[in-house]
């Protein structure tokens, strides 16, 4: 069977893994079998071996050269998986020297994506759900920072289009409305 690549991107506290999770088991219960990845994992298990970091959000820290070289290590490994797969990443990462891209050319065209899913939703929102989320170190940043990052992330996707032919599909995941957005994610899914 020749499966579905679904990358599936958006900033720090969008909501990106709950509405990943819930259409999951939604297609799930309809028969349609996915492998969910998460890019930052396949990073962390290195980086931690490596004893470079304790948790996954110090990675966006350190040198670039070093966060290269496991995001490459990662995109390796994870080109290897056969099936439907979603793929859990950004598409552009905040670091100490700009905006690193997520999935640069190496990255993208190991990885060959159907589909480039951008979660989003108003600048505010994501403020407020950074705040409240105590599971996680969410850098803090003003509405105009997370405004222009969310930005930024749409002409990062624009040129991974261009790479690989993939399809950019925006889903807005806006307070009380998760189940539409699972709603558009299952139907890119399916
Ligand atoms: P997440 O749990 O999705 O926020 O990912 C945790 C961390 O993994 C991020 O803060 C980044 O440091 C790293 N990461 C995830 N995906 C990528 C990627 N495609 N390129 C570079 N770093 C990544
Ligand atoms: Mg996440």
């Known amino acids: ?20 999770n819930t259409a999951m088991k939604k ?19 290195v980086a931690a ?9 110090q990675m966006r820290k350190l040198d670039r050269h ?16 056969d099936g439907n797969v979603i793929i859990d990443t950004h598409t552009s990462v905040k670091t100490q020297n700009g905006f690193l891209a997520g999935l640069p050319e190496w990255v993208i065209t190991a990885i ?14 994501i403020l407020i759900r950074r705040l409240s989320d105590k599971s996680r170190v969410r850098d803090m940043e003003s509405s105009k920072f997370i405004a222009e990052h969310q930005v930024l992330n749409r002409a990062f996707a624009a040129s991974y289009a ?28 399916r």
């Open 1 to 20: 069977m020749v499966g579905k690549k679904v990358i599936i991107t958006g900033v720090p506290g969008v909501g990106k893994t709950t509405v990943i």
């Open 27 to 45: 297609i799930a219960m309809e028969g349609v079998p996915y492998q969910n990845i998460n890019f930052g994992n396949f990073m962390f298990e």
């Open 49 to 57: 071996a490596e004893g470079l970091v304790q948790d996954r959000d």
């Open 66 to 81: 070093v966060q290269k070289r496991l995001q490459k290590l990662a995109a390796e490994k994870i080109s290897t998986i």
């Open 112 to 125: 060959m994506p159907d589909v480039l899913v951008l979660v989003e939703t108003d600048n505010d929102q």
């Open 162 to 189: 261009m790479l690989t032919g993939c399809t950019v599909k925006i889903v807005v995941n806006a307070d009380f409305l998760l189940d539409k957005a699972v709603e558009e994610l299952s139907a890119i899914l």
